[in-house]
Structure formats: C-alpha cells, structure tokens
C-alpha cells in the first residue's frame, strides 16, 4: 500500500522564487512525517519533523490532516536548496520509515 | 554526523554469488534498518532489526537476509545476488527519538 506520494518526481525554480514540495499520506493512525534532504555526494539527513514544527534552513512544513498533506515550503529559493528530497512516514514499534520516491529540486541562478 | 559507517562503499560482483554488506554503529542505538534506494522508488525498507537477534522483515526483503549478533553491526546477504539487486544501499540507526541517522551508502552493481 502506498503510505508516501510525492507526485512530482523533478522540480526546478528560479533562485528567490517560492517552492513548494508536495507529499500526501495515507495512514489511519496519527501520522509521524519528516522530510529528509539528500544533497550531492552527501548521505540522508533529516531537514523537518512535523511534531517540532521547527523552520529549518527556511523550510516549513504544515501537517494538514484533513487535505493528509505534509507540503514541503520556503519562500525564496537558494541555490544550495538543490538536492533529493523525501517525505517519509513513521510507522510501527521499530520507528520504521516509508519513503516517498522522492522529488528532485533544482534552482536555477 | 552520528557514528555510522557501511562497508564497501562500492561492490561490483557476478550474478549467482553471495554478497555481504556490512552497517558498523558506535551510537548504541537500539534500531538498525537497512534500505535500497532506486530510481523512481525512493528508499524501500528491506529489513529492520529492533535488536540483538531481533529482526524482521521490510516491504522488499525476498532475496535478502540479515544478522544482528552485536548492537553495533546489522549485515546484510544477498544469498545469491541478482541483476535486479543492482542498487544503492542505505543504512541507518535510531534510538528512542524519532530522529533516523544514515550511512553514506553502498553502491552494488551485480553483472
């Protein structure tokens, strides 16, 4: 079953441009989200969790129940925002992860 | 970055031969995972350890077996590894926060 969509696989915006990645969830509990980074040649890192509700490098990311929508958003887009990005859901007692396929972000100079 | 490094980082072997991989933990975390991460599928759980000798299965585990005898070390077997195991692997830990630590990965070409 799919837990995690990210519907768009590639993003590209202009450099101080809004972005926003999306990701939907399908859980029936009271969902745990992240969204992890993965910048060039670097290894997955945690950017959010939606418990903290915590702005991290500018990115905010709003659990929105209703909509089961857990967008990833910054208002001016850097150059250095570019990388993989994945939402993920936590599931299960061993803190198990489910990763979304991820979108790709791209900002153009 | 938290204490996690895999080992190889880069494998090319044959189709039909036992492969190991190896995710080496000095944070004493109680959680071990190990994921495959392709092109179109993000990251895919394989399997999961909750400790020594406590493992079980992910979403895409056929194929593939683990083993936790230490805290520190979670392997990985591909018995008899495949095309279709081609991958990056990923390994991560994590304790009792919610926070998952990854490894930098291991790129496995199977040939």
């Known amino acids: 079953a799919q837990r995690v969509t990210q519907p768009e696989k590639l993003l590209s915006v202009f450099k101080g441009a809004p972005v926003e990645l999306k990701c939907n969830y399908s859980y029936s509990g009271s969902p745990e989200l992240f969204w992890y980074v993965q910048y060039s040649r670097q290894r997955l890192q945690l950017l959010l969790r939606?418990?903290s509700r915590e702005s991290i490098k500018g990115f905010t990311a709003d659990l929105n129940k209703g909509e089961t929508s857990f967008h990833l958003k910054k208002p001016f887009a850097q150059e250095e925002d570019s990388a993989m990005y994945y939402c993920a859901l936590r599931q299960g007692g061993a803190n198990n992860l489910f990763f979304g396929t991820g979108t790709r972000l791209t900002v153009i100079p | 970055d938290a204490g996690i490094t895999q080992s190889p980082r880069h494998k090319v072997t044959e189709t039909g031969t036992p492969v190991t991989l190896r995710c080496h933990q000095t944070?004493?975390?109680?959680?071990m995972y190990w994921y495959r991460q392709d092109p179109g599928h993000g990251l895919r759980l394989i399997h999961y350890?909750?400790?020594?000798?406590?493992?079980d299965k992910g979403e895409v585990s056929d194929g593939y077996s683990v083993s936790r005898s230490k805290t520190e070390d979670f392997l990985l077997t591909l018995e008899s590894a495949t095309s279709s195991q081609t991958s990056v692997y990923f390994c991560?830990?994590?304790?009792?926060?919610?926070?998952?630590?990854f490894g930098q990965g291991t790129r496995l070409t199977v040939v």
């Open positions: 939606h418990i």
């Open positions: 991560a830990i994590s304790g009792t926060g919610l926070e998952a630590f």
């Open positions: 944070e004493n975390h109680r959680y």
């Open positions: 350890s909750y400790g020594v000798k406590d493992t």
